[in-house]
């Protein structure tokens, strides 16, 4: 290895500190009235590691590994699903005074 | 599908995850928010389906429909007062799919790329998997305590016992011991007993934590899920999984630190638990002091005639499930001319927005709904503060009495108002167990019913 080259896991590291000032900012402008939805819905986009269970689940021969991702993508496919809807649900009953 | 490509669109999505949280700014922009993150999952989804190495189509297709068809099941069916447990159910799956997708990679670490020459997994490797395990099994299990009480199977009264914090410190040591020992010698072993000692460590920190201290707990366990799967995205090398993990992880870390600023504790107070349960043990004898009880009929003669309401909604109104019977008290007042606006404590309820969600489902418009400094300076010109389910966050001992265990916790200033009705079964003190100097105040008047049953009265004495 070069003495420049710098290993893939800082990158990555530097991803996750950048991603968490930016989650820092975001959700400091998120309105308290919208808090359960921001929950809601952070539930359903942390259910992304689905991807991880997808990769297991994925090769054709039976083993171990792939019993565990079949279960981890019915789970988390139950919080994407049941998140991104009661999301939806929630946000659709805000409503704005009807005036005049 | 080629591995720069991949990880492009695993960009596209975290970007999109990104604008779904910025679209929460403002109840418009939000519905649109919610269809970035579903496109954001969609890109993650199938770019990962494309992946050569993934093609039992049918079993992955199977799992995401009965997943898919529960979730959707449960999301249509679930009562918004129960958006508290649905969450935290929701959290403990989170926290599960990470251990289970870690198993996944443990025993199969070439599927994922993260194997040495030799075919073990690496070392870094092996750490990245311990933090993700460990924490996604502490979310999986604190997340069913924190279910269990919400939901009422268990009590919500803190459960201590001597030398509890110092088993849980042991516990810790022990589980990171273990973790080390898994980073050097990579034996399943050493996995399970990591991830199954890190299930007891999720029940042991959650159950000494009282029911009204819930929504710090809820959004810990929030904060505790994204950084599981952050560190599920560093042991997979996927971008997508350490970008969501990081914002979900700051985003609850945050909700938890505006609950606990909302009643002045400190972070570490919340955790080491032992406070706030559903029902105050030892109360101060209440009924010694004289209070001015009224009816239905008086509450609506009284606020017939004034001019300004202001509505302040606590957990019992969720409880009783009023804020139907309470949205048509406020429109009959709107009708009469009187000035109608709502104010909602940050931690009134079980969870972040618990109030806000609620009036929303009864259709109070969202433009009625007030948080705590945006409001508080109007009590002084109010004529009614109609006080329903709240109890705590009202009293002003909190601002006045540098004795009282509520002290510097801000307060909505009910008492300001020209009178209080404040709606309650009973005379008991609230969760901290104090009792509330405004019951015996002369411009206070007790409405003491179910809080869903005073408000029809008071709809009916209307109409």
């Known amino acids: 290895m070069e003495a420049t080259a710098v290993d893939p896991f800082v990158f990555r590291l530097a991803i996750f500190v950048l991603a968490i000032f930016v989650g820092y900012y975001v959700v400091w402008s998120v309105t308290p009235a919208l808090h359960t939805p921001l929950m809601s819905v952070t539930n359903a986009i942390s259910s992304v590691i689905i991807v991880g269970a997808l990769i297991a689940a994925g090769p054709g021969e039976f083993e171990l590994s792939k019993i565990f991702g079949l279960i981890a993508i019915a789970l988390a496919a139950v919080n994407i699903f049941g998140g991104f809807a009661v999301t939806h649900r929630m946000l659709a009953m805000y409503k704005k005074k009807e005036r005049g | ?463």
């Open chain 2, 1 to 463: 599908m080629t591995a720069n490509f991949a990880a492009l669109a695993y960009v596209l999505a975290s970007v999109l995850f990104i604008m779904a949280l910025r679209g929460l700014s403002g109840p418009e922009t939000a519905r649109m928010g919610n269809v970035y993150g579903i496109a954001g999952m969609v890109i993650a989804i199938l770019t990962t389906l494309a992946t050569p190495g993934v093609v039992s189509y049918a079993e992955i297709l199977a799992a995401l429909v009965i997943g898919g068809a529960l979730g959707t099941f449960i999301a249509q069916r679930i009562e918004m007062a129960s958006m508290p447990q649905l969450v935290a159910a929701f959290h403990s799956l989170v926290g599960l799919a990470a251990v289970l997708v870690a198993a996944a990679a443990f025993y199969n670490p070439a599927a994922y790329g993260i194997a040495d020459a030799a075919g073990a997994l690496k070392f870094v490797s092996r750490i990245e998997m311990s933090l993700g395990t460990i924490i996604g099994a502490i979310t999986f299990s604190g997340s069913i305590v924190a279910f269990a009480k919400l939901q009422g199977l268990v009590s919500g009264n803190p459960v201590v016992f001597p030398g509890q914090h110092l088993a849980n410190l042991l516990l810790g040591l022990v589980i990171i011991a273990i973790a080390v020992a898994f980073c050097m010698d990579v034996d399943p072993r050493w996995f399970w007993a990591m991830a199954g000692l890190a299930f007891l460590m999720g029940f042991a920190i959650i159950i000494p934590i009282g029911g009204a201290d819930m929504p710090v707990v809820i959004s810990m366990l929030n904060s505790y899920s994204g950084w599981a799967a952050a560190g599920i995205g560093f042991t997979l090398e996927n971008t997508a999984l350490i970008v969501t993990g990081a914002l979900v992880g700051s985003s609850g870390a945050i909700l938890s630190y505006i609950m606990c600023k909302a009643m002045n504790r400190s972070f570490f107070s919340v955790i080491l638990g032992g406070f706030g349960g559903d029902t105050a043990a030892a109360g101060p004898a209440a009924g010694e002091k004289p209070v001015k009880a009224g009816a239905a009929e008086d509450a609506a003669f009284i606020m017939k005639n004034a001019g300004k309401v202001i509505i302040v909604p606590g957990y019992g109104m969720a409880v009783a499930q009023a804020q139907h019977a309470l949205r048509e008290l406020g429109d009959l007042l709107q009708a009469e001319g009187v000035e109608v606006s709502y104010a909602v404590h940050p931690v009134a309820g079980r969870m972040p927005g618990h109030m806000n969600v609620l009036l929303a489902e009864a259709s109070v418009p969202y433009d009625e709904v007030f948080e705590l400094d945006q409001i508080n300076s109007e009590f002084r010109t109010t004529d009614v503060a109609f006080v329903i389910g709240a109890n705590d966050v009202t009293n002003p001992a909190a601002r006045d009495d540098p004795q009282s265990p509520l002290y510097g916790m801000p307060i909505l200033d009910v008492d300001k108002a020209r009178t209080v009705l404040f709606v309650k079964r009973s005379l008991s003190p609230g969760y901290a167990g104090v009792d509330n100097e405004l019951f015996y105040r002369d411009n206070t008047m007790m409405l003491f019913a179910d809080a869903k049953k005073m408000c029809d009265d008071i709809v009916k004495a209307l109409g």
